[in-house]
C-alpha cells in the first residue's frame, strides 16, 4: 500500500465524523414574519372585544378627568389637570397610571427624562410574549393635556385615547399571545412630543425589536352620521401603511361602526404632531389613529373637553378597533401546553445531554432547549401539532413528527438515541523509508 493511500485509510473515518457533526449542528434560523396579510375573524378577539361597554369607558374617563376621585397611593385623589408642568398633578396622574397597570399584574416601569430642566416620566406596561418575546408591539397614547392651568379635563384629548390604552392592557393581561405587547403612555406631548421621543430614542439605542406601533390620540368624539376614523401613516416607513390596513381591516371584519379613511403623508399636520412620529423618526413602522378631522372636537384644547361633549358609542368601537388590532398583532393564542421528556441513547440507557429543536412556522420561529440533569426538557408551547428534532453528540438525530399539545396538560415525549458507528483509528507503523 502506497502512503497517500495509507493516509486515505486513517483520514476517511475523521472525515466522515465530521460531516456527521455538521449535519447535527447545522440549521438555519428563521425569518421574521411581517404583519398578517389577513385579518381573519377570530371567535376569541370577538369575545374580547365585546367586553368594552360605554358604562365601562364613561366611568373610566371620569376618574381620568376628575369627575370623579380616584385612589392613588391608597388615597382619594381628584385629577383636575394632566399638564405637564402641573408637576404634583401629572406626578399623581401617572402614577395612577403605573398603578392601575401594576394591578394587573404586568409588568410596570416609569421611563423618567429631563427636557429643558424638567424631570418627566412616561409609563409602560409590558404583556411578555410566549413564542418570541423580543419581537414587540406598542399600543399607546399620550396622558397629558392641555391647557395649562389648575383645569384641564382633557376628556377627547388625549383621556380617551389613554383610558383605552389602560382597558387593552386589563382585558389582555391574562391572555397568551404569542408576541409582546407594550402599553405606553406619555408625558410631554403637547410641548412637543418630549416624552416618546425620549421613549423611542431610548428604545432604538436598546436595539429592541419594534415591530408595529398603534398610536391613539383623540378617538371619542363625533357630531355627524359619519363615524369616520383618519388612520394615518407614512409610506417612507416600511410597514406603517399596512399598520393603517389592519386597523382598517379589523374595522370590516368584525362588523364596528366605523368608516376608516386611510392617509399617507411624509409630514405636516397631524402625522407630525402625536407620538407616533417619535417612532417613525426612529425607523420603527407607526401609525395614529384618531377621530375624524374635518369633524374634530370645538373643544379642542380647551376647559370644556368633557366627557359630555363625547359620542359614547362611537368612542366604544374605536376602542374595539384598536383592541381587536393589537390582539392580531400580538397573535392571540386560545391556551398554552407544555412538552417535557427524557433524551436517553438506545444502547446504554443513560441520560443524555442532547438539544430539542421545535420548529413553529406560523411564526417563523423556532425553540431550541437542552436537557438538563438527568437528560430532561421541558417547554411551554402554544396548542397545536409539533415536529421535534433531537440531536446530541455521538449519536443520530431522530425526527417526531405529530405531537400535540392541548391546553394546560403536560405532554411527555422521551427520545431513544442510536449511536453512532465507533470508529478506530488504525495503527500506522512506518518501516523506514
Not at 193 to 209: F, N, P, Q, T, V
Not at 235 to 251: H, M, N, Q, W, Y
Request: charged content about 15%; proline content about 5%; overall charge negative.
Amino acid at each position: 500500500m502506497t502512503s497517500a493511500r495509507r493516509t486515505r485509510r486513517v483520514l476517511l473515518p475523521v472525515l466522515l465524523a465530521c460531516l456527521a457533526l455538521l449535519l447535527v449542528v447545522g440549521g438555519t434560523s428563521a425569518g421574521q414574519v411581517g404583519l398578517p396579510a389577513t385579518v381573519a375573524f377570530d371567535p376569541a378577539v370577538a369575545t374580547l372585544i365585546a367586553q368594552v361597554t360605554t358604562p365601562t369607558l364613561a366611568d373610566e374617563l371620569a376618574g381620568l378627568t376628575g369627575e370623579r376621585p380616584v385612589t392613588v397611593a391608597g388615597t382619594l385623589y381628584t385629577i383636575t389637570t394632566r399638564h405637564s408642568y402641573q408637576t404634583e398633578a401629572i406626578s399623581l396622574a401617572t402614577r395612577y397610571a403605573y398603578e392601575q397597570f401594576a394591578g394587573l399584574g404586568l409588568e410596570v416601569t416609569y421611563h423618567d427624562y429631563t427636557r429643558n430642566g424638567n424631570r418627566w416620566r412616561n409609563v409602560a406596561a409590558e404583556k411578555p410574549g410566549v413564542v418570541d418575546a423580543d419581537a414587540l408591539y406598542l399600543l399607546t397614547a399620550h396622558l397629558d393635556d392641555m391647557p395649562p392651568g389648575e383645569t384641564a379635563p382633557g376628556a377627547d384629548d388625549n383621556g380617551s385615547g389613554s383610558v383605552a390604552v389602560l382597558l387593552a392592557a386589563r382585558l389582555l393581561a391574562e391572555r397568551h399571545l404569542a408576541y409582546t405587547l407594550r402599553f405606553v403612555l406619555f408625558t410631554g406631548e403637547e410641548q412637543g412630543l418630549h416624552g416618546s421621543a425620549a421613549y423611542a430614542a431610548d428604545c432604538k439605542a436598546r436595539g429592541e425589536d419594534i415591530r408595529g406601533v398603534v398610536n391613539l390620540d383623540m378617538i371619542a368624539y363625533n357630531s355627524d352620521a359619519q363615524p369616520i376614523v383618519d388612520l394615518w401613516g407614512q409610506s417612507g416607513v416600511s410597514d406603517s401603511l399596512e399598520l393603517t390596513r389592519l386597523f382598517a381591516d379589523v374595522i370590516g371584519v368584525y362588523s364596528l361602526n366605523l368608516l376608516p379613511d386611510r392617509r399617507d403623508v411624509s409630514g405636516g399636520f397631524p402625522i407630525q404632531y402625536s407620538d407616533q412620529w417619535s417612532f417613525l423618526q426612529q425607523g420603527y413602522p407607526a401609525m395614529l389613529a384618531i377621530e375624524d378631522w374635518d369633524d374634530h372636537t370645538p373643544a379642542y384644547h380647551k376647559v370644556t373637553d368633557t366627557l359630555a361633549t363625547l359620542d359614547l358609542d362611537y368612542y366604544a368601537d374605536f376602542t374595539r378597533a384598536a383592541i381587536a388590532t393589537v390582539a392580531h398583532l400580538g397573535h392571540l393564542i386560545l391556551g398554552m401546553g407544555s412538552l417535557s421528556g427524557t433524551v436517553r441513547a438506545l444502547d446504554t440507557g443513560s441520560a443524555l445531554s442532547a438539544t430539542v429543536v421545535v420548529p413553529i412556522p406560523a411564526y417563523a420561529y423556532t425553540f431550541t432547549v437542552p436537557t438538563g440533569a438527568g437528560g430532561v426538557y421541558s417547554l411551554s408551547l402554544p396548542v397545536g401539532g409539533y415536529t421535534l428534532t433531537v440531536t446530541a453528540p455521538g449519536y443520530y438525530s431522530t425526527t417526531i413528527a405529530g405531537v400535540w399539545v392541548i391546553t394546560d396538560a403536560v405532554i411527555v415525549q422521551d427520545t431513544a438515541l442510536v449511536p453512532w458507528p465507533r470508529w478506530y483509528l488504525p495503527l500506522v507503523l512506518s518501516a523506514g523509508p
